[in-house]
Every structure is written in structure tokens, then in C-alpha cells.
């Protein structure tokens, strides 16, 4: 009896260890014009993904006034509260688990990174609106019983500068929203700031320069990950919280290490071979490690049968070699 009371104990615990330790296998879902159903969640099933990061995205137009427009009946319906939940229910359906990620997007373009107020008073017009902005999507993602929100992506300069803002907007996100939080950080920003005590995960935007070669070879990429993993970890336990990729992937096309941020040159130099070798690297850094949760591939499209291809030099992994190595890789 005493034995079969340890094996049952045994097995629970090893039970509990294993869901404790199961990483996210993200996609970062792209809003869309329209609705989604089955057909569109499918390939996404296929590659072995538990999770999609969901991204409703508010606008500033012009930074000398800096209010943020969301919820419009201009904006595509993926990008909007009523499509955010629609998304998420049929996800949901499917037992695949939700991070809300609300976006900004500059007129133009321009970095957001970069968002810095040239007056205490545009300041605090840029404080209220992403107060309405990100609350509003924090109650959405509470109403769809998100598992993880992330409260802001890559927002350097707003967030450096304004420190208590941010921490009383924690604050007022935990009274609505329940679940695990994170922040979006870039690559360059995540060593630099506070507030990750108050959060669950430490969000990295995983775009770090790992290789100058034109196709790196696996080994490649791991060299050139060395030096960045061991700032991770130095953060990571500092903060004592898990590292969470909030973004990460490749190019396919030449010299894709290089500088992975960047989105010009839309065609030519296509170069499958380097994509797949990179998060075939990512993983074998990563997913191994304890302190890692996981993370959210950039990026993936509703309709799948017509993005990427042989010919696409885009980050997204589908139809090409890389997506059948991130099913390999999620089934592990």
C-alpha cells in the first residue's frame, strides 16, 4: 500500500513538474480585415503552437499631439476590442492560449522606441491615452480570460523617462486584469529597465545581431548568441523572473543575423537556408533552459495558403523550410 501511495505521489509531482515546465510555443497572430474561423486556425495547430499573441493596435498620427486612436471603424477588425475576442474565442476553442499585446503604430513609421514628449503637458496627454488605451485592452483580455497580458512594446524613451506613470499603470492593470504580465522589451532596452519585480515575465524582443555571415550556419548562430545569453541570464536572476521571448525570429534572406530588426529591402537575397538555421539556434540555446517560458515566433498571417513561399524574404516562416522545422522543434 505505503508503495503504491509513493508511486501515485511520484506521478503527480512529476505530473505537476512537467505542466510547470512547458514552454510557450508561440506565433504572433496578424490581425486581419476579417473574421477567422477554423481554416484559418489550422495551420497554426499544425505546427504544434499552444500559444498566439493577439495584437489590437492604437495609432498616434502626429507626436506634437500625441493621442492614440483605437478602436475605429477605420482600423482592420483583428486590430479592434470586438476582433481581439473574436480572435480569441475561436482559439480558445481549439485549447490554444491567448497573449494580448496591444501595439502602438507612429504615422510614418517611425520607431516607437523613440516616443519622447517635448512638454510635461504632451506628456501627460500621451500618459492618459495609453492609460485608456491599455486598460481598456486589459479588460478585454480579463473578459476572454487571457492568460498573459503584455502591457507595452518596445516603448524605451516613454518608459525610461517616466518611471512613476508606468509603475502606478502596473498597478491599475493588476485591479483589472488577473493574469501573468510582461513587457515587450527590444533587445537593447531590457538591461535597462526597473519594473520587472512587478511583472511575471521579463519580455525580450529577441532581435540581437548574432552573425555578419551571408547564410550562418547553426553553429554560427550559437556563437553569436553567447555573448547576449549570459546578459540574459545576469538579468534574469537578478530579477528572479523567466525570460519570455515576446518576439523572435529571422528573415529569410541574406545576412539575416546581421541585424534581424530590420524590414526594408521587401524583395530578393530570399534565403530559406539562413532563416531555418536561426531558430533551429534559438531553440537549442533556449528551450532547454529552466528559466526560459518560451516564446512568440514574429510572425504568422490568417491566410496561410497564400504568405510566404520559396519567394518570400519576410520573416514569416510559412510555406517554407522553417515551418516544418518549427513543427519538429514544437513537438519536442
Avoid at 126 to 137: A, G, K, P, R, V
Avoid at 150 to 174: A, D, H, M, S, Y
Wanted: hydrophobic share 40%; charged share 20%.
Amino acid at each position: 500500500m505505503r508503495k503504491i501511495l509513493c508511486l501515485g505521489i511520484f506521478l503527480c509531482v512529476h505530473f505537476f513538474t512537467s505542466c510547470q515546465h512547458k514552454k510557450i510555443n508561440g506565433v504572433s497572430f496578424v490581425a486581419s480585415r476579417d473574421a477567422i474561423n477554423q481554416r484559418h486556425i489550422q495551420p497554426v495547430i499544425e505546427v504544434n503552437s499552444n500559444y498566439v499573441a493577439l495584437m489590437p493596435f492604437g495609432f498616434i498620427r502626429d507626436l506634437a499631439s500625441p493621442t492614440i486612436t483605437f478602436n475605429s471603424q477605420r482600423q482592420w477588425f483583428g486590430e479592434t476590442e470586438k476582433g481581439l475576442i473574436q480572435y480569441a474565442v475561436e482559439f480558445k476553442n481549439n485549447n490554444i492560449k491567448i497573449m494580448v499585446k496591444p501595439q502602438i503604430w507612429v504615422w510614418r513609421g517611425e520607431f516607437t522606441g523613440l516616443i519622447e514628449m517635448n512638454s510635461e503637458e504632451n506628456w501627460k496627454t500621451l500618459e492618459n491615452s495609453y492609460q485608456d488605451f491599455i486598460l481598456t485592452f486589459a479588460k478585454s483580455a480579463a473578459k476572454i480570460n487571457a492568460d498573459i497580458l503584455c502591457i507595452g512594446t518596445e516603448l524605451e524613451k516613454f518608459v525610461l523617462n517616466r518611471p512613476e506613470f508606468w509603475q502606478q499603470l502596473i498597478q491599475k492593470i493588476k485591479m483589472i486584469f488577473k493574469g501573468k504580465l510582461t513587457y515587450a522589451a527590444n533587445w537593447d532596452e531590457y538591461k535597462k529597465l526597473t519594473f520587472w519585480h512587478q511583472l511575471d515575465f521579463i519580455g525580450v524582443d529577441a532581435y540581437f545581431p548574432v552573425s555578419e555571415k551571408q547564410t550562418p550556419t547553426v553553429a554560427d548562430f550559437e556563437n553569436g548568441w553567447k555573448p547576449h545569453k549570459i546578459e540574459i541570464i545576469a538579468v534574469q536572476k537578478k530579477f528572479q523572473k523567466p525570460i519570455l521571448f515576446t518576439e523572435y525570429g529571422y528573415r529569410s534572406v541574406h545576412f539575416n543575423g546581421k541585424q534581424p530588426w530590420k524590414v526594408d529591402e521587401i524583395h530578393g537575397n530570399v534565403n530559406l537556408k539562413a532563416q531555418a538555421n536561426g531558430l533551429q539556434a534559438i531553440h537549442n540555446q533556449f528551450w532547454k533552459e529552466e528559466w526560459f517560458a518560451g516564446g512568440f515566433l514574429w510572425k504568422w498571417y490568417y491566410n496561410h495558403e497564400n504568405e510566404g513561399g520559396k519567394n518570400n524574404n519576410r520573416f514569416t516562416p510559412q510555406n517554407k523550410p522553417a515551418q516544418k522545422l518549427l513543427k519538429n522543434l514544437q513537438e519536442k
